[in-house]
T-cell receptor
Framework: QKEVEQDPGPLSVPEGAIVSLNCTYSNSAFQYFMWYRQYSRKGPELLMY??SSGNKEDGRFTAQVDKSSKYISLFIRDSQPSDSATYLCAMNDNAGNNRKLIWGLGTSLAVNP | EPEVTQTPSHQVTQMGQEVILRCVPI?????FYWYRQILGQKVEFLVSFYNNEISEKSEIFDDQFSVERPDGSNFTLKIRSTKLEDSAMYFC?????????????FGAGTRLSVL
């Protein structure tokens, strides 16, 4: 089983829609969960960071972690055309100091005006 | 706002040539990373660097790869003899362990094209 799975999409929604993006993972040791946004041919930009289980909200973005199901989500409310990008989930565990990130494939999102 | 900078943005090279990709991490960060992303594939960890030595490397990071921190600001990735399959986006990242988080900040990347 792959460590992190993410549906690549593409996902196309009208402006103002609520977007739900998800990842599943297999390694129960993962404790740190991140969502990055990546525009075409650019570097990943951190959107949300969550430790362990629970919800975290920042403006129009909400990140959820359900460790019992090994499932994480990112919700975008009132989506805007500027949200069109690829959204990558990334995660790591607490072992050692290196904290290399394990990535999903990324979901391509298009928000249509 | 501090940021990770990478140069060049695009590097074109012939197969078998050596390339050096450069990164300037955020100044107070202590952990440095290289990742790569082949077109259409996942971002993959290559190597992490701390206290002037490699702290972890992946299976991808074989003898043709090396990293160096030649001075107090730059962090470089050298590929000794490039292959066609080395064509990818290469991302540098840095982390401040003092924050208690695992947040890594990424540069804009270098697109390496091996012909």
């Amino acid at each position: 089983q792959k460590e992190v799975e993410q549906d690549p999409g593409p996902l196309s929604v009208p402006e103002g829609a609520i977007v739900s993006l998800n990842c599943t993972y297999s390694n129960s040791a993962f404790q740190y969960f991140m969502w990055y946004r990546q525009y075409s041919r650019k570097g990943p930009e951190l959107l949300m960071y969550t430790y362990s289980s629970g919800n975290k909200e920042d403006g129009r973005f909400t990140a959820q972690v359900d460790k019992s199901s090994k499932y994480i989500s990112l919700f975008i409310r009132d989506s805007q055309p500027s949200d069109s990008a690829t959204y990558l989930c990334a995660m790591n565990d607490n072992a050692g100091n290196n904290r290399k990130l394990i990535w999903g494939l990324g979901t391509s999102l298009a928000v249509n005006p | 706002e501090p940021e990770v900078t990478q140069t060049p943005s695009h590097q074109v090279t012939q197969m078998g040539q050596e390339v050096i990709l450069r990164c300037v991490p955020i100044s107070n960060h202590l952990y440095f990373y290289w990742y790569r992303q082949i077109l259409g594939q996942k971002v993959e960890f290559l190597v992490s660097f701390y206290n002037n030595e490699i702290s972890e490397k992946s299976e991808i990071f074989d003898d043709q790869f090396s990293v160096e921190r030649p001075d107090g600001s730059n962090f470089t990735l050298k590929i000794r003899s490039t292959k066609l399959e080395d064509s990818a986006m290469y991302f540098c990242a840095s982390r401040d362990p003092g924050t208690g988080t695992n947040i890594q900040y990424f540069g804009a990347g270098t697109r390496l094209s091996v012909l």
